[in-house]
């Protein structure tokens, strides 16, 4: 059994994907195995350097990822560049984590998080898609709070991914995490408890 887990950039996607872990779910995370792809002597990491210079490393040949951030998060061709450069990689990784666990652990629920699962049509890969929803606002103010983003920096990250409310529209299943977390936590128990039923 497997769900795909996606949400807006700072809607709580890792809340309740920890959430789901603590009761047992395998997860999947495509924001770890985009950092993995993009460690040194990854050939990820080189054909970046490639396209966008060797500007985007820091002295010790690790990534300066803010400086990546700036370039993509305010220029759609340039992001479609990372994109085309990372999501193959990413995605045939995804594809064998969640192999593994359904091989290895056909009773367990794969929760697979993967912030850009609409923007990259991946919705066919999973059984459900569950979408953690937090409103515009929401978003904007958790983002300069975590991140510590200007306003500005913020709306541009949130900008580059596609509306959410549209994203719930799409959904199977929503969580929103726009209240206390007590009543996000009683809504990832009622998914549970139903889950079976998927
Ligand atoms: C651009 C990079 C260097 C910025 O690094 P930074 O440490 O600031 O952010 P981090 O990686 O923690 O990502 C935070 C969030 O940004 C959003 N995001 C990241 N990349 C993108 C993108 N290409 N388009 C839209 N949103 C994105 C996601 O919601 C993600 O959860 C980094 O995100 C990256 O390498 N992105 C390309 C790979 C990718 O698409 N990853 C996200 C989905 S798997
Ligand atoms: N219900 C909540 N109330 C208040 N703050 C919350 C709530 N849920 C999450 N947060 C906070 O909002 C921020 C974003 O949450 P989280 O990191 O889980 O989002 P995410 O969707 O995984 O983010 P990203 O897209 O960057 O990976 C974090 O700082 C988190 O502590």
């Known amino acids: 059994m497997n769900i795909g887990l996606t949400g807006g950039i700072a809607t709580g996607k890792s809340t309740v994907s920890a959430l789901l872990v603590s009761k047992g779910a395998l997860l999947v995370d495509a924001d770890v195995i985009a950092r993995e792809v993009m460690l040194?002597?990854?050939?990820?990491?080189a054909a970046a350097v490639e396209h966008f210079g060797q500007a985007i490393l820091l002295p010790d040949g690790t990534l300066d990822r803010r400086r990546l951030g700036d370039i993509v998060f305010h220029d759609p061709g340039e992001r479609k560049a990372l994109n085309?450069?990372?999501?193959?990689?990413?995605?045939?990784?995804?594809?064998?984590?969640?192999?593994?666990?359904?091989?290895?652990?056909?009773?367990?629920?794969?929760?697979?998080?993967?912030?850009?699962?609409?923007?990259?049509?991946?919705?066919?890969?999973?059984?459900?898609?569950?979408?953690?929803?937090?409103?515009?606002?929401?978003?904007?103010?958790?983002?300069?709070e975590r991140n510590r983003l200007t306003k500005d920096e913020a709306v541009a990250r949130i900008r580059s991914?596609?509306?959410?409310?549209?994203?719930?529209?799409?959904?199977?299943?929503?969580?929103d995490n726009s209240g206390q977390p007590s009543e996000t936590e009683r809504q990832v128990d009622e998914f549970w408890n139903r889950k079976g039923l998927l």
Do not use: C, N
């Open 40 to 45: 040194p002597g990854h050939p990820v990491l």
């Open 161 to 175: 991914q596609m509306d959410i409310e549209e994203k719930k529209k799409r959904a199977d299943v929503v969580i």
């Open 84 to 144: 085309d450069i990372t999501h193959p990689a990413i995605r045939q990784e995804i594809r064998e984590q969640m192999h593994t666990f359904e091989q290895e652990h056909p009773d367990r629920l794969v929760v697979v998080d993967i912030p850009l699962l609409f923007e990259s049509g991946l919705e066919a890969m999973f059984e459900q898609v569950l979408l953690v929803y937090a409103p515009f606002e929401v978003q904007v103010e958790r983002l300069m």
